[in-house]
């Protein structure tokens, strides 16, 4: 299951954390008019679109940028996933 589990913004940047709660677990596919970056915080992630894998992250990882109409979607590769998506407010 994909829970949002905070959402807030400050001076111009919107942010917002997810968890994904087992392996499998996915934010579909889906695209922005605006620039974006998800940084993994826990766990490992996947993101993908309709024709497969783009990349794969964990912390220790810079954040992936998607730029603005980029279809994209994050699925969890271990139970207990955190990302966080920052985005302009």
């Avoid at 940047?13 to 970056?37: I, R, S, T």
Wanted: charged residues 20%; proline residues 6%; hydrophobic residues 45%.
């Amino acid at each position: 299951m994909l829970c949002l589990t905070h959402s807030f913004s400050f001076n111009g940047v919107a942010f917002q954390v997810f968890v994904l709660e087992k392996a499998g677990d996915v934010l579909p596919v889906h695209e922005h008019d605006f620039n974006h970056l998800t940084r993994c915080e826990a766990g490992e992630i996947e993101a993908f679109d309709e024709i497969g894998p783009i990349r794969q992250a964990t912390p220790a990882d810079a954040p992936i940028e998607f730029r603005a109409h980029r279809r994209h979607g994050i699925r969890a590769l271990v139970d207990g996933a955190r990302f966080i998506n920052i985005f302009p407010a």
